[in-house]
């Protein structure tokens, strides 16, 4: 019973050990890039990010053309739960493009 007791303290005790000041300044680091999100979600400078602040680039009565790339394919189930749970919860719609020159299109860009 004792040696439970013992090794429960040796084990809380090791999930509590505190940052190294390398480990501190790191997080820093992430926090405080520009390029990186909630800490831990890396936006590359290549990436065509705009935003449309403009009433006449917003999407037309809130209708959004989409396509889904080849190298996203495999992700296809989740992009249309995800699609339809936008759908349910905001005003925002989507259709599957049709020659659109404007849309929004799905990829994998990982590694």
């Not at 831990?40 to 009433?55: G, H, N, Q, Y």
């Not at 749970?85 to 849309?103: L, M, P, V, W, Y």
Request: some cysteine; glycine content about 4%; hydrophobic content about 40%.
């Amino acid at each position: 019973m004792m040696k439970g007791i013992v090794f429960a303290l040796l084990l809380s005790g090791a999930f509590a050990v505190p940052m190294s000041p390398e480990d501190i300044d790191l997080e820093k680091q992430l926090w405080e890039n520009e390029n990186v999100i909630e800490g831990d979600i890396l936006v590359l400078p290549t990436s065509e990010r705009l935003a449309a602040l403009s009433r006449a680039s917003k999407w037309p009565n809130g209708i959004v053309p989409y396509d889904i790339d080849a190298s996203a394919e495999p992700f296809r189930d989740n992009i249309e739960r995800t699609i339809q749970h936008i759908e349910d919860n905001t005003c925002i719609q989507f259709k599957k493009a049709q020659g659109e020159r404007s849309r929004m299109t799905f990829t994998n860009t990982s590694s």
